[in-house]
T-cell receptor, first 114, second 112 residues
Framework: AQSVAQPEDQVNVAEGNPLTVKCTYSVSGNPYLFWYVQYPNRGLQFLLKYITGDNLVKGSYGFEAEFNKSQTSFHLKKPSALVSDSALYFCAVRDRTNAGKSTFGDGTTLTVKP | SQTIHQWPATLVQPVGSPLSLECTVEGTSNPNLYWYRQAAGRGLQLLFYSVGIGQISSEVPQNLSASRPQDRQFILSSKKLLLSDSGFYLC???????????FGSGTRLTVV
């Protein structure tokens, strides 16, 4: 069975500072990993993915994520946070079967203060 | 372009009443479709998924059911709602192997 852990319920950073939102995963074989963002009372929006290749992947709104196979981690990063980045962030792993089911972490609330 | 529609946006229903939430996808064919429930604004629980018309797989035994009467239509139903069915329901479309999901805007269901 696949699983995802987001160890921090809340991350607070000051605007302009770098941010990191942590994610670790457990899956048999090579993972498909994703980050999504959710704003209040809205559906999730895709940010970025890791399928294969370079360990550093770049996504929407200046976000990037680093895949580390030995640590089974896929942390989300941004060099300079904006107040508008404040939202709920989800890490997910998707299985490689025809069903393509995704398992999500519990989410991390990011708050960027001016 | 490819879009996903989900309605209604909010719903308040009495205990014991029926439920029908609808999700439709445009701009693609034979999509994988998923129903998730999000409780208290946190993690998502997979309820049902479908890889084709009439093909429904249930992940969690519960008071809900799902149907896929057409290729791009996915319906979540209940004959009698329970208080515990309250939550934020999200429909998602899987774009194929290696791709992320596209989510609908969600339905906030409150059972009173």
């Amino acid at each position: 069975a696949q699983s995802v852990a987001q160890p921090e319920d809340q991350v607070n950073v000051a605007e302009g500072n770098p941010l990191t939102v942590k994610c670790t995963y457990s899956v048999s074989g090579n993972p498909y990993l994703f980050w999504y963002v959710q704003y209040p009372n809205r559906g999730l929006q895709f940010l970025l993915k890791y399928i294969t290749g370079d360990n550093l992947v770049k996504g929407s709104y200046g976000f990037e994520a680093e895949f580390n196979k030995s640590q089974t981690s896929f942390h989300l990063k941004k060099p300079s946070a904006l107040v508008s980045d404040s939202a709920l962030y989800f890490c997910a792993v998707r299985d490689r079967t025809n069903a393509g089911k995704s398992t999500f972490g519990d989410g991390t609330t990011l708050t960027v203060k001016p | 372009s490819q879009t996903i529609h989900q309605w209604p946006a909010t719903l308040v229903q009495p205990v014991g009443s029926p439920l029908s939430l609808e999700c439709t996808v445009e701009g693609t064919s034979n999509p994988n479709l998923y129903w998730y429930r999000q409780a208290a604004g946190r993690g998502l629980q997979l309820l049902f998924y479908s890889v084709g018309i009439g093909q429904i797989s249930s992940e969690v035994p519960q008071n809900l059911s799902a149907s896929r009467p057409q290729d791009r239509q996915f319906i979540l139903s209940s004959k009698k709602l329970l208080l515990s069915d309250s939550g934020f329901y999200l429909c998602a479309w899987g774009q194929g192997e290696g791709y992320g999901y596209t989510f609908g805007s969600g339905t906030r269901l409150t059972v009173v």
